[in-house]
């Protein structure tokens, strides 16, 4: 599946562990077992997770995706923006 997840939790490895076992069958990540993280922001608040989180999945593009992997300078910005 050429897919990106973008999600927000307190446990990142609990909750990857959660997608990996298919947890929630009926869930969009269930459809794939081979979910690997490519990009993780640590030491958020949730809030402030949620926010970049939900900002990213407005975007709806790919490209953007891609450039946070690529500009890690984005992801700064973004942090800031979202204090």
């Not at 050429?2 to 997608?19: A, I, N, P, T, W």
């Not at 490519?38 to 990213?56: F, G, T």
Request: hydrophobic share 35%; proline share 2%.
């Amino acid at each position: 599946m050429d897919k990106f997840y973008v999600g927000s939790c307190l446990d990142f490895d609990s909750r990857l562990s959660e997608h990996l076992s298919k947890k929630y069958a009926k869930s969009y990540t269930a459809k794939t077992i081979d979910w690997y993280p490519i990009i993780k922001i640590d030491q958020l608040k949730l809030s402030q997770a949620r926010k970049i989180e939900l900002h990213i999945k407005k975007m709806k593009s790919r490209l953007y995706f891609k450039n946070l992997i690529k500009y890690p300078e984005m992801i700064e910005k973004l942090k800031m923006k979202y204090q």
